[in-house]
């Protein structure tokens, strides 16, 4: 009588094991590439009862127990959603995705998920190809897909006008430097000595003559003024007002060098805003054997890196273990990953802008849920009546 209290409590258990896993399936019923699972029971050991001379012996079970929860890997239906990096995988293959920044393959998971993005790096114009949690899709060759846009010239062009802008920025510097609190600018030359004055100017000189600068005027005054006149031979009255003339011609640079700074600052602008507009994807399109091909906003093409997806089958795909996020990983039982790509040969093609829904049969899952709660309720019974009759054998004392 113990045994049958014992065989409908494993009865309960189970059943409610079943329990969860349908209410995972329905949960799941519009989750984009789920597999359903599915629990298979069996029965618990049987205990030696008596001999029979028919069949040999005869046996009582204990009960029952859950023997596999498995997954059903059918393919899920299609839905057409238009967009170039919704994927859907006709055949058995998988999608691998590998975690930002890593390069452990022993960290490549495996998914029907074929839900892609663009993200950027941080290289100017490059993007990797990832999944809504930031996993790199993976080329042939078993390294992530890479996207750039073809801008070398606008690159080129980015750096020339920088370089430009710190070649002026120098120079405004320097002059800057000039007019501080010891500068020239505050020198005056009715009270300085004839060395102070002397001593301003050699500084000045020295750096005119190491800023050489064809397009200034004010530049090529002051050149002309130390190279007609030998600053360190005047005194009194001719040494200032040479003075004075070169302090004006300074003034007269700085302003131009704002100016040019100004300038230059822009064409930088103007050249980084043109390089941003080639760095943008306009097309992107992926054939039946995952090939990607695209190109940028001005119709040029892009450069893709391990350009072919790649595509992984198992010997045994019933052993994958699940990891959430629509995510597989491999085990000893389902066997190692075997690389491969898309193509009619190997029964795997990709299809652009299709997703695989969840592979959930809401009508069987009903079905199933309505005889789990019979097996239940009969396993509820079967408690109950064993108590019952243990009561009537404890009632015989009376």
Known sequence: MLKSLYSGISGLKNHQTRMDVLGNNIANVNTTGFKAGRVNF??????????????????VGTGMKVASINNNFTQGAMQNTGRSLDLLIQGDG????????????????????????LQTTSNPGEYNVVNSEGRRLLGKGGSPIVIRANNKAYADAVAEAQNALGVVTS???????????????TLDPSTATDPNIIAALTAIKTAMGTYTDDDSKADDSINTKFTNTDHTTLTGTDLENFYKEIVQDLKQYQTELTTRTNN??????????????????????????????????????????????ALYNF???????KEGGNLFSATSSSGQAEEGTASAANNNTINSGYLEMSNVDLSQEMVDMMVTQRGFQANSRIITVSDTLLEELVNLKR
């Open 42 to 59: 069996q029965d618990s050991l049987s205990q030696y009862y008596s001999n029979n001379p028919a069949i040999g012996q005869n046996q």
């Open 94 to 117: 998988f999608f691998g995705v590998l975690p930002p920044n890593s390069t452990d393959n022993s960290q490549i998971r495996f998914t029907r998920d074929g839900v892609f993005f």
């Open 171 to 185: 120079k405004q510097s320097t002059i800057n430097g000039f007019f501080a609190t010891s500068g020239p600018g």
């Open 264 to 309: 230059a600052q822009a064409a930088v602008t103007q050249a980084q805003e043109a390089q941003k507009a080639v760095m943008t994807v306009g097309t992107l399109s992926i054939d039946s054997e995952g090939n990607i091909t695209g190109n940028d906003t001005r119709g040029v093409s892009l450069i893709i890196e391990n350009g072919q997806i």
């Open 315 to 321: 010997q045994n795909r019933d052993g994958l273990k």
